[in-house]
């Protein structure tokens, strides 16, 4: 009886051991990306208060601050767009180059499989 709740006890610490590993593994690969979550919900979080406080003073102030969110929010997505038409003219030439040569080494390889079955 004493074995096997010994047994009992080992099985269940490795498989405790292996959780925690796998929670610990988990954790690492994704602590980045949950501190900059964390740190634009804070950032978002004290600019909503700010909001918040002054709309219940002043209704105007909040929608002039609207407004101006909304302008800079517009003029992102442009420059956005802009900066992405101009990226792609850049690497467009390059990529099209690789494609090429990309396509030529499948029909090389394939090439020569062929000739080595015959």
């Known amino acids: 009886m004493k074995k096997q709740q ?7 610490s490795r498989k405790r ?4 590993e796998k929670l610990y593994t988990v954790m690492t690969e994704n602590e980045h990306e949950w501190q900059f979550a964390r ?8 600019q909503f208060i700010k909001l918040w406080e002054a709309y219940k ?3 105007n102030y909040i ?5 101006e969110c909304c302008n800079n929010l517009h003029y992102f997505i ?8 101009e990226f792609k003219k850049i690497y467009k030439p390059y990529y099209d180059k690789f494609q090429k040569l990309n396509k030529e080494y499948s029909q090389l390889k394939n090439q020569q499989k062929k000739g080595k079955k015959f």
Do not use: G, I
């Open 6 to 12: 010994k047994s009992n006890s080992a099985s269940l």
């Open 17 to 20: 051991n292996a959780a925690r």
């Open 39 to 46: 740190k634009m919900l804070k950032s978002y979080e004290s």
């Open 57 to 59: 003073t002043d209704r």
């Open 63 to 67: 929608e002039d601050k609207f407004f």
């Open 78 to 85: 442009y420059q956005e767009r802009k900066m992405d038409k």
